[in-house]
């Protein structure tokens, strides 16, 4: 039998500063076998980050072939690679009907899972390990500022790794520790400083854009509407309310289902009406192209108009008008529970994570006008 000539390897990390060279004796990378039997390229890892017991355990199975035997291996072009396990896994992902927006994240994701990968020699599901995926989360930075938007990566990364599992590619699926969120601050604002972005407007945008822009800042801010919510409102879901000689937003948050339904002020609702676009179904949208698109345009406009307003280091961002509203709300002393069916949340948890300095506020107000009744001999 001929014994064939096997060969050491290092797959390095992504940091080894040794990285380009992959028969490197002098790291602490990987060590690992390659040999070739005919046509099929075979790989075994050594078990090692030593050389020189990479070198033994080379002898160990040289000895094996020696005696006859055929050390058990995976012929390398007999598994499903990474990309084609990618492949499948969108495949399937489209079958279920997962949103189009969604499955282009996991497209892209992926798709620099598998680059990352590959840069380190690494072509199967059967690589993939612990250590690979820590460090393949340490090149987040960059590229996912936002720690929700991590934890959102890691969750479709643990689904595709999931997958492999399940299709008997990865042997054993490696746990990462979960990612912490920064909640962002809640940063209503004052109603100077509402004033005073209601003023630029016109100072940033011309004519009909800088009326539309108005409009919609007025909506979300009397509304507590998301700006997706806001954007993409039917005509439908601005109801008048005939009984009451009122308008309010009827409609259902994009993020939850849950159904809101919130007066506005007659100015507001005659602002809201002029900004019609003579779109037959939304108010602020014309109804061509995605709707991510038209989303994230919009958030351009009113990021542009902040920085306009308060500066380019500014905190405020869009959402700070839903926070106004919600703020407001309670200031003004209607309950907790009340205010978080108002935004659409699921559960007052999550109204309470978000305000619950204000509810302090809500109370300080409260107990005012008990002790205004102190005064001037109002106790009996």
Same mark, same amino acid.
């Given at each position: 039998?001929?014994?064939?000539?096997?060969?050491?390897?290092?797959?390095?990390?992504?940091?080894?500063?040794?990285?380009?060279?992959?028969?490197?004796?002098?790291?602490?990378?990987?060590?690992?076998?390659?040999?070739?039997?005919?046509?099929? *390229?075979?790989?075994?890892?050594?078990?090692?980050?030593?050389?020189?017991?990479?070198?033994?355990?080379?002898?160990?199975?040289?000895?094996?072939?020696?005696?006859?035997?055929?050390?058990?291996?995976?012929?390398?072009?007999?598994?499903?690679?990474?990309?084609?396990?990618?492949?499948?896994?969108?495949?399937?992902?489209?079958?279920?009907?997962?949103?189009?927006?969604?499955?282009?994240?996991?497209?892209?994701?992926?798709?620099?899972?598998?680059?990352?990968?590959?840069?380190?020699?690494?072509?199967?599901?059967?690589?993939?390990?612990?250590?690979?995926?820590?460090?393949?989360?340490?090149?987040?930075? =960059?590229?996912?500022?936002?720690? *929700?938007?991590?934890?959102?990566?890691?969750?479709?990364?643990?689904?595709?790794?999931?997958?492999?599992?399940?299709?008997?590619?990865?042997?054993?699926?490696?746990?990462?520790?979960?990612?912490?969120?920064?909640?962002?601050?809640?940063?209503?604002?004052?109603?100077?400083?509402?004033?005073?972005?209601?003023?630029?407007?016109?100072?940033?945008? =011309?004519?009909?854009?800088?009326?539309?822009?108005?409009?919609?800042? *007025?909506?979300?801010?009397?509304?507590?509407?998301?700006?997706?919510?806001?954007?993409?409102?039917?005509?439908?879901?601005?109801?008048?309310?005939?009984?009451?000689?009122?308008?309010?937003?009827?409609?259902?948050?994009?993020?939850?289902?849950?159904?809101?339904?919130?007066?506005?002020?007659?100015?507001?609702?005659?602002?809201?009406?002029?900004?019609?676009?003579?779109?037959?179904?939304?108010?602020?949208?014309?109804?061509?192209?995605?709707?991510?698109?038209?989303?994230?345009?919009?958030?351009? =406009?009113?990021?542009?108009?902040?920085?306009?307003?308060?500066?380019?280091?500014?905190?405020?961002?869009?959402?700070?008008?839903?926070?106004?509203?919600?703020?407001?709300?309670?200031?003004?002393?209607?309950?907790?529970?009340?205010?978080?069916?108002?935004?659409?949340?699921?559960?007052?948890?999550?109204?309470?994570?978000?305000?619950?300095?204000?509810?302090?506020?809500?109370?300080?107000?409260?107990?005012?006008?008990?002790?205004?009744?102190?005064?001037?001999?109002?106790?009996?």
């Amino acid at each position: 039998m001929q014994i064939p000539s096997i060969t050491i390897f290092v797959r390095h990390a992504a940091t080894c500063k040794y990285r380009d060279d992959e028969t490197c004796k002098v790291c602490t990378c990987r060590k690992h076998l390659r040999w070739w039997d005919g046509t099929r *390229q075979y790989k075994r890892s050594a078990k090692t980050r030593s050389w020189k017991q990479a070198e033994e355990a080379r002898r160990k199975l040289e000895m094996q072939f020696q005696e006859g035997g055929k050390p058990t291996a995976i012929a390398a072009d007999a598994r499903k690679t990474v990309a084609r396990a990618v492949e499948l896994f969108l495949s399937e992902k489209q079958t279920e009907g997962v949103n189009g927006a969604v499955l282009k994240k996991y497209a892209r994701e992926l798709g620099r899972f598998k680059e990352f990968l590959e840069n380190r020699s690494q072509f199967f599901p059967s690589d993939i390990d612990k250590e690979v995926l820590t460090e393949y989360r340490a090149t987040w930075g =960059d590229l996912y500022p936002s720690s *929700q938007t991590q934890q959102m990566v890691q969750a479709r990364l643990r689904a595709f790794l999931r997958f492999c599992h399940e299709a008997g590619w990865l042997e054993r699926l490696p746990k990462l520790s979960p990612i912490k969120v920064d909640e962002p601050p809640t940063l209503p604002l004052s109603k100077k400083e509402y004033a005073t972005l209601l003023e630029t407007v016109p100072k940033t945008f =011309d004519g009909e854009k800088a009326r539309r822009v108005r409009a919609l800042i *007025q909506l979300m801010r009397h509304s507590g509407l998301a700006i997706r919510d806001a954007v993409t409102l039917e005509r439908s879901e601005l109801v008048h309310d005939t009984k009451k000689k009122i308008h309010r937003v009827a409609t259902s948050r994009q993020k939850t289902g849950t159904p809101v339904s919130v007066p506005l002020p007659p100015d507001v609702a005659a602002e809201v009406l002029t900004a019609l676009n003579g779109n037959p179904r939304y108010v602020f949208w014309s109804g061509s192209g995605l709707e991510t698109s038209a989303v994230t345009n919009w958030q351009h =406009d009113l990021r542009a108009l902040f920085r306009a307003a308060f500066g380019n280091d500014t905190n405020f961002t869009p959402h700070c008008l839903r926070d106004t509203a919600a703020v407001e709300w309670l200031s003004a002393g209607i309950p907790l529970e009340e205010v978080s069916k108002l935004l659409g949340h699921t559960s007052v948890k999550t109204t309470e994570k978000s305000y619950s300095p204000w509810v302090s506020a809500r109370q300080d107000r409260l107990d005012s006008l008990v002790v205004a009744t102190w005064k001037d001999g109002a106790r009996v």
